[in-house]
């Protein structure tokens, strides 16, 4: 059998029974939304959006970076943020602050719940090379 997410696992990525990651096909690349979790598979930031947000971004840039793209390749990405108002716009301000300059068109979207308990935070992208 083979082990589609080998270079996240080598990388510190939790164990992702079910799934990939990510997978590259010509010049995009295709991700699994990006969560607040460890290496540990532990969420980081618990009750903190901004902690999540900014761990989701970097797991992001790890996985960008492991399929050899780079941060500009990323062409739109979607938050989506659990809770109040406040809580979105706390994400938001952790996205702008994170690229620290343009970021690629964005929709920022508030949930109800996401796949773990207490994740307030997930990041998903497109990523083409160009």
Same mark, same amino acid.
């Given at each position: 059998?083979?082990?589609?997410?080998?270079?996240?696992?080598?990388?510190g990525?939790?164990?992702?029974?079910?799934?990939?990651?990510?997978?590259?096909?010509?010049?995009?690349?295709?991700?699994?939304g990006?969560?607040?979790?460890?290496?540990?598979?532990?969420?980081?930031?618990?009750?903190?959006?901004?902690?999540q947000?900014?761990?989701?971004?970097d797991?992001?840039?790890?996985?960008i970076? %492991?399929?050899?793209?780079?941060v500009?390749?990323?062409?739109? %990405?979607?938050?989506?943020v659990?809770?109040?108002?406040?809580?979105?716009?706390?994400? &938001?301000q952790?996205?702008?602050? &994170?690229f620290?300059?343009?970021?690629?068109?964005?929709t920022l979207?508030g949930?109800n719940?996401?796949?773990y308990p207490?994740q307030?935070?997930?990041?998903?992208a497109r990523?083409?090379?160009?």
């Open positions: 059998m083979v082990d589609h997410n080998r270079k996240e696992l080598d990388a990525f939790p164990e992702a029974p079910g799934y990939r990651y990510a997978q590259t096909v010509g010049d995009e690349l295709f991700v699994a990006q969560v607040p979790m460890d290496s540990a598979g532990q969420l980081v930031g618990l009750g903190d959006p901004a902690t947000t900014t761990k989701c971004l797991n992001l840039k790890t996985l970076e %492991l399929h050899d793209f780079v500009g390749d990323i062409r739109h %990405l979607t938050i989506y659990v809770g109040e108002q406040a809580n979105l716009t706390t994400s &938001w952790s996205v702008t602050d &994170w620290d300059g343009p970021v690629p068109p964005a979207l949930v719940l996401l796949g207490d307030l935070l997930e990041i998903d990523i083409k090379r160009g």
